[in-house]
């Protein structure tokens, strides 16, 4: 869809299902997508302010 953001999510420990489903998306437990129609700059956003919240462990994060 012109305008909106498709994100691929893989890891071979965390649960990327899990946070696919905060946004709408899903897939598998070490592979899951998101489609939104939220620019990625937003939607980058969010998923920085969800994955920054106290006990969140992150390992890396791409954006390409």
Do not use: W
Request: net charge positive; hydrophobic share 40%.
């Amino acid at each position: 869809e012109e305008g909106g953001t498709k994100v691929s999510l893989r890891s071979k420990v965390s649960d990327v299902n899990a946070l696919a489903q905060q946004f709408g998306g899903g897939g598998h437990t070490y592979a899951a997508g998101i489609t939104s129609k939220k620019p990625l700059s937003a939607l980058r956003e969010e998923m920085i302010k969800l994955l920054c919240a106290p006990n969140i462990v992150i390992d890396v994060i791409i954006c390409t």
